[in-house]
């Protein structure tokens, strides 16, 4: 029963409103608690809201940064950049771009190849300076 309930309330989106009212510390309730009771509080817990499968298809949910805005909405693959579909595509490491020829080497290549090569000798440089 633990188990399901625990992924129950990790499947629910809670809404921000919900998270300002309880996000902020406030005293206890003055009464006594009744004989037997135990926690008692989350009953008392306003309750979250699920958002429909609809709702989450079309929009991205949360990715609003505004005060007065909404969550932008989902467009087809058409209407995104080309360089977008690019960005996780896998890059040579610089030991694999030691092993090739230079004069070949495509200018994105070359680039990588020159950036990481700085970047391997101002650490090299560094640690034995600190050595010193």
């Known amino acids: ?11 629910i989106t809670i809404p921000k409103e919900v998270i ?12 006594k608690a009744k004989k037997g009771s135990k926690g008692g ?26 005060k007065d805005g909404a969550d932008p909405k989902i467009l087809p693959d058409s209407e995104y950049p080309d360089w977008l579909w690019h960005l996780l595509d896998k890059h040579p490491a610089l030991s694999e771009l030691r092993r090739k020829d230079v004069e070949t080497l495509p200018y994105e290549d070359l680039k990588r190849f020159v950036k990481l090569d700085n970047r391997a000798r101002i650490k090299e440089n560094n640690s034995l300076k600190a050595k010193n």
């Not at 029963?1 to 499947?11: G, Q, T």
């Open 1 to 11: 029963m633990p188990v399901n309930l625990v992924k129950f309330l990790r499947s």
């Open 41 to 66: 509080a989350a009953a008392d817990a306003p309750k979250a809201s699920i958002l429909t499968k609809e709702v989450k298809s079309t929009t991205v949910v949360g990715a609003n940064i505004l």
């Open 20 to 31: 300002r009212v309880l996000g902020h510390r406030t005293f206890a309730a003055g009464g």
